[in-house]
């Protein structure tokens, strides 16, 4: 999805409980990893994880950064401060010595290396290194299963953040069998219906739905659904941000009706328990309006808004549903909005947090319906509500808007064809594009990457990437255009079947006698 808040998410949970499903989508945090005193036995302290969906450059190196060597424990000591403030690179090149120190002093059979890879792991994953960080959850998971007693949490963990760094570099049929060892894990060590797997389960799911498999990825959201009600109620109002997800997931493949009404129950949930004007209703009202901007832009419903009189009259029936009108569409979408804004601008004590992710989704509203104008004012009243908002040693409007988002592309036709079938019959070819982004939010100067060895499905996703509309960066304050944009495009193939070796030909007969 096109989600603007992964960076918003930490400040989200300090200042504002009501939140809406696209920072919950766009930041489950499963990239577990287990920071433990080298010195000490492995008693594991999970630290907080910023979202794989908008990982902060590494902090330029200061002076100390260098990796300390010596003992173990003066190495861990300073890899520690390296991640707590932030300098992950830094942090991921002293997370090896404490690992290279821990397996030279104490060996490969240590508990102690298997959370040394952890750490570096984690740390390999926030500097954007995937390939190294594929490398040490891999070794931390065979030292782990090896050891003849595993852990079950911290296999748990480990698969989990290797799942994470595959979902982070697009390898969603890689995450998809490490997260399912992950829940698996997690449901037999705490429960079929812990809540701890909520994060897992929220990764998995879109995982799923990159991939085209919507049936599965629609089991994992009714499956979070009850774990979230079993714990709560159906009633309670901490329900609510469960539903907005579950709908926001409806509306993205398509399913409007069902997204509409599972949100819907999510508006009236809050309104019972809090009242009109609270604070919790912005992000389902936000959610309702993505679920109408999806749905005008859906090719598939304006042909069911094209006049058809000979059928109209053929199968006339007053008692089936009004047929989709996008004018309704968009007036319902648009009374989202303004409700949402209201609410979150005119609090006594507005949260500058959610006053620019309401700007900022207001923002998108326009610029996905192609009214860059009207786009333009709420990105700059976004960007001035979180001038002053702190965020990983920069401000929150920098975060924001710190490279181009996808907001919307219409994806060629067919490209998830062979969803049902089976993943072991079906191959995912890629096809990589660079782009332009413009300072109102189009796409410009397509040229293809690489084709995947088919340039028909290149022309394909050529024609997707010009239909792209995306929220722009800025600097300092204003619109800039962006070069080198790249713009990824699936399709799925069948595997081809191995051809059955002809019979080996039979010797002829003789007539020879015995």
């Known amino acids: 999805m096109s989600l ?9 949970h300090i200042g504002v409980r009501a939140r809406s499903a696209r920072v919950l989508l766009a930041i489950a ?4 990893g287990s920071l433990a005193r080298a010195a000490d036995p492995p008693a594991e302290v999970t630290l907080p994880v910023p979202p794989a969906t908008a990982v902060a450059p590494a902090a330029p190196a200061t002076p100390g950064s260098a990796p300390a060597t010596g003992s173990r424990a003066a190495a861990y000591a300073e890899f520690r401060r390296l991640y707590d403030a932030k300098n992950y690179q830094a942090a991921a090149d002293q997370a090896k010595v404490v690992a290279d120190l821990t397996e030279k002093e104490l060996g490969a059979n240590s508990e102690d290396l298997q959370v040394a890879l952890m750490n570096l792991g984690i740390s390999q994953y926030l500097c954007g290194d995937y390939v190294g960080a594929e490398a040490s959850y891999l070794r931390a998971i065979e030292l782990t299963e090896a050891s003849g007693r595993p852990r079950i949490e911290r296999l748990t963990r480990a698969n989990a953040g290797l799942a994470a760094t595959y979902y982070a570099g697009k390898r969603y049929d890689l995450a998809v069998q490490r997260f399912e060892t992950a829940v698996k894990l997690s449901r037999r060590s705490e429960g079929l219906l812990n809540d701890a797997q909520l994060p897992l389960l929220d990764k998995f799911s879109n995982s ?33 941000p469960t539903l907005e997800k579950i709908g926001r997931w409806y509306a993205r493949v398509g399913a409007y009706e069902q997204s509409r009404a599972i949100l819907h129950r999510a508006i009236d949930i809050v309104e019972d328990a809090e009242g009109p004007r ?14 109408s901007r999806r749905q005008l832009l859906d090719p598939a419903q304006q042909k069911l808004a094209e006049p058809d009189l000979d059928r109209n009259t053929m199968f006339h029936d007053p008692s089936a549903p009004l047929p989709y009108s996008a004018t309704a569409t968009a007036s319902e979408g648009q009374k989202a909005l303004d ?22 989704q207001y923002g998108d509203w326009f610029e996905t319906r192609g009214q860059p104008e009207r786009a333009l004012p709420q990105y ?4 001035q509500a979180g001038s002053h908002v702190p965020y990983q040693g920069r401000t929150l409007s920098d975060a924001l808007f710190t490279r181009p988002v996808l907001l919307q592309c219409q994806r060629p036709d067919g490209w998830d064809r062979y969803s049902g079938r089976p993943s072991s019959e079906i191959l995912l070819k890629t096809v990589l594009l660079d782009v ?9 100067d397509i040229t293809v990457i690489d084709d995947s060895g088919d340039k028909r499905r290149a022309d394909q996703a050529r024609a997707a990437a010009a239909t792209a509309r995306y929220r722009p960066r800025f600097e300092n304050g204003q619109p800039v255009e962006t070069r080198n944009v790249q713009f990824v495009q699936v399709f ?9 070796p002809a019979p080996a030909p039979q010797p002829a007969p003789t007539d020879r006698k015995p």
Do not use: F, H
């Not at 409700?339 to 900022?360: H, L, N």
């Open 492 to 500: 799925q193939v069948l595997i081809p079947k191995p051809e059955t």
């Open 339 to 360: 409700r949402a804004v209201a609410i979150a601008t005119e609090r006594p004590d507005p949260s500058p947090v959610q006053v620019a992710d309401v700007r900022t």
């Open 278 to 291: 609270s604070p919790d209703l912005v992000g389902p009202l936000m959610a309702l309006a993505d679920c």
């Open 4 to 12: 603007l808040r992964g960076v918003t998410t930490l400040v989200l």
């Open 29 to 32: 945090a499963v990239a577990c």
């Open 208 to 240: 799923l739905t990159e991939l085209g498999r919507y049936t599965d990825a629609q089991q994992l959201q009714q499956y979070s659904l009850r774990v979230v009600e079993r714990k709560y109620g159906e009633r309670d109002p901490r329900v609510a």
């Open 436 to 444: 332009t982004v413009t300072s109102d939010g189009r796409a410009a």
């Open 380 to 383: 700059l009243q976004a960007w």
